[in-house]
């Protein structure tokens, strides 16, 4: 879990997203779409931090970390399961 806490602003900037599922202080959950969307994108070649960036997340808010860790965690379950 990532140490970054979410401001009340933040929180609501997070939430507008058709990406996110629900957000808190501490965590963000990310729709099952976002997730499919981000492994046909890392199949193309394109890194985290761009899927992320076109998807509408402000990688400041984030913090680099939070999406590299979201990436390797659905690239092995999608390497162990499919999808």
């Known amino acids: 879990m990532s140490k970054i806490r979410f401001s009340n602003d933040e929180i609501s900037r ?14 963000i959950t990310y ?3 976002f997730k499919i969307h ?8 394109k890194t985290s931090r761009v899927i992320f ?15 590299e860790c ?3 965690r659905w690239r092995k379950a999608f390497k162990d399961n499919g999808i």
């Open 31 to 33: 729709t099952n779409e």
């Open 70 to 72: 979201a990436g390797t």
């Open 14 to 27: 997070l939430s507008r997203n058709k990406y996110v599922s629900n957000v808190s202080e501490k965590a």
């Open 53 to 67: 960036e076109e998807a509408g997340f402000d990688i400041n808010t984030l913090g680099i970390r939070r999406i």
């Open 38 to 45: 981000f492994i046909a994108e890392c199949s193309k070649g």
